[in-house]
């Protein structure tokens, strides 16, 4: 009874500590600081040249810092110091790979930054083989002065390409809730970053809670969870315009919304009919279909890849476990069966992984699996770990963790190596949601 009445609760108890620690309203926008944790062994070599100015080019970003630091926060390559560079060269002919050879390197990047006509700048970047001199890449491309940080996340994304065969996440953003301390004025916001924590936007900022931000697969839309009319409901907001519309707000439950991989369905959780059940709404006719309908609690609905089918989390067999139905309804299965407590999952990109949240020892930890439930793996060792979901590329998870008592998100490789922290000077950070990958 305990474990049915903690699971009904947890969207209440989320939105409850969401109040706990709050942000005064006259707090600055704060960027989240990333620090990258663990080792970065087998790290490959990267040497990022600061990119030449060319005819009076003065830009305002340092487009080498963030490419290195991108390249760095990935895990996969370690960024030469700047201070260790004996050259900086911004063109091929300028380049002695001998050089660059000696300083234990295995890739060069170099560039150039010039005035564009009509206003703006053009960026050309080479990519180069240090031990063979050929060049793995290169491309030219406009920016405004405010763009500047997306064109070099994009070079960056590129680069990673060229150097790993995966697409890279770099020009990506995150979704993500803050609160603060204690304040007759509290606030909770809805803010949206890019991957780096750069460029803070809030989306929504309340005096009750916030909760699920998860976006449209064109990465133009969140829906999420507001309590501020001292009741949840579900709201889609255009990230461009700041249009927003509220889908859901019937009595009782309304909660972890969904979108469908074609954007045209949203799942979610309601107890407008007794029990919360999952539901699909048609979001150009706003027509629900009931998917389940069991006196347990079926909450946390998550789409696979394909749009075929939803997983979601269940105490119908006296425990939190993983099942899975039919986009179109049916009997559900379920999918996990080891250990007591599983919760909150979500596929991979290409559907072969699940990643969730599971209960060792009393301590909450994020695990990877494959689709079927099977082949655990841990991921992460804190205490309260949760709100798991997949970098777009499936090649790292992000959730919500807790560093010195206080909520921070966390980035763990999937295939090991250099993680990453990311915080506020003061606050809370919580439930994070990566976009899609830029087009």
């Known amino acids: 009874m305990m474990q049915r009445l903690r699971l009904a609760l947890a969207p209440v108890l989320a939105c409850i500590l969401a109040c706990v620690f709050v942000l005064a309203s006259a707090q600055v926008q704060a960027k989240l600081t990333i620090e990258v944790t663990g080792g970065v062994e087998g790290a490959q070599p990267v040497a990022v040249v600061p990119f030449g100015d060319i005819d009076g080019a003065r830009p305002t970003v340092d487009l080498a810092k963030v490419i290195s630091d991108d390249l760095a926060r990935s895990g996969r390559f370690r960024s030469m110091p700047r201070s260790e560079m004996l050259s900086l060269p ?7 790979f001998r050089e660059w050879q000696l300083l234990g390197m295995n890739t060069l990047v170099i560039g150039e930054v010039s005035p564009a006509e009509g206003g703006g700048y053009s960026l050309r970047w080479s990519l180069f083989d240090v ?17 500047l940080r997306n064109a070099a996340h994009r070079i960056s994304d590129q680069i990673y390409l060229a150097l790993t065969g995966e697409r ?24 949206v970053s890019d991957s780096d924590g750069f460029n803070p936007q809030t989306i929504v900022d309340s005096a009750e809670p916030i909760m699920s931000p998860a976006w449209s697969p064109d990465g133009q839309r969140l829906a999420y969870v507001s309590f501020e009319k001292r009741k949840p409901a579900i709201f889609i907001q255009e990230l461009t315009t700041g249009r927003r519309e509220r889908v859901a707000s019937y009595d009782g439950i309304n909660g972890s919304p969904a979108f469908s991989p074609d954007g045209r369905k949203l799942a979610m959780t309601l107890s407008k009919d007794g029990s ?8 150009a006719s706003k027509q629900l279909t009931r998917l389940t309908d069991h006196f347990a609690i079926d909450t946390e609905p998550a789409w696979s890849p394909d749009g075929s089918h939803i997983i979601f989390t269940s105490d119908r067999g006296g425990r939190p ?59 992460s ?43 506020q000077e003061s606050g809370e950070v919580r439930e994070p949601s990566w976009s899609p990958l830029a087009p």
């Open 321 to 379: 476990q993983i099942y899975r139905v039919a986009a179109s309804g049916g009997s559900a299965q379920r999918v996990t069966f080891e250990g007591d407590y599983n919760a909150a999952a979500s596929y991979s990109p290409d559907g072969r992984s699940m990643v969730m949240v599971t209960r060792i020892g009393g301590q909450f930890r994020v695990v990877v699996t494959d689709a079927n439930g099977g082949s655990r793996r841990l991921l």
């Open 168 to 191: 890279g996440v770099f020009a990506t953003r995150l979704a993500y809730v803050t609160s603060g301390s204690r304040s007759a004025d509290a606030r909770v916001t809805l803010r």
């Open 90 to 96: 911004h063109r091929q002919d300028e380049v002695d």
């Open 131 to 147: 031990f063979t001199g050929n060049k793995l890449a290169s491309d030219s491309l406009r920016s405004t002065e405010r763009g």
């Open 381 to 423: 060792n804190g205490a309260l770990d949760e709100s798991p979901s997949f970098a777009p590329n499936g090649s790292m998870v992000i959730y919500a963790s807790q560093n010195n008592g206080r909520g921070v998100l966390s980035v763990t490789p999937i295939a090991g190596g250099a993680g990453q922290r990311l915080s």
């Open 276 to 283: 919360p059940d999952i539901y699909v709404m048609d979001l």
